[in-house]
């Protein structure tokens, strides 16, 4: 499976933009799809998630609220629909794919199979 992100840039706070992750190869197979985020000297840290089996997506509290995660199956497309960012929003979001569904637990840890290249946020206040 193939992961290719998009739709990153520069707004200001208070401005929306909305991340595509376009899944590819077996893209079938996949059960979760998820955001997380690298910011400048920091660790990567999760964002949303979706589970295909599930209808109810997981947030960071950092963004709960703000951020929308979605999926279109039929594409194999995930997205980040992100509301009132914030300068702390700045970072390299990051999508990632797993074949089967993960335990709740572990929704919000890098245990994905799959990872895409990123795509640079960058909010000015």
């Known amino acids: 499976v193939q992961l290719q992100a998009s739709g990153g840039g520069l707004v200001q706070a208070g401005d929306s933009l909305r991340l595509s992750c376009a899944a590819s190869?077996?893209?079938?197979?996949?059960?979760?799809m998820a955001w997380f985020r690298q910011a400048p000297g920091k660790e990567r840290e999760f964002v949303a998630a979706?589970?295909?089996?599930?209808?109810?997506?997981k947030y960071a509290d950092s963004v709960k609220g703000r951020f929308t995660i979605s999926r279109d199956s039929a594409k194999d497309t995930v997205y980040l629909q992100m509301n009132s960012v914030k300068p702390e929003d700045t970072a390299v979001y990051y999508c990632?794919?797993?074949?089967?569904?993960?335990?709740?637990?572990?929704?919000?840890?890098?245990?994905?199979?799959?990872w895409g290249q990123g795509t640079l946020v960058t909010v000015s206040s």
């Open positions: 990632a794919a797993n074949g089967n569904r993960l335990a709740l637990s572990a929704w919000t840890t890098p245990r994905y199979n799959y």
């Open positions: 190869g077996r893209a079938f197979s996949v059960d979760m």
């Open positions: 979706i589970s295909r089996s599930s209808s109810r997506p």
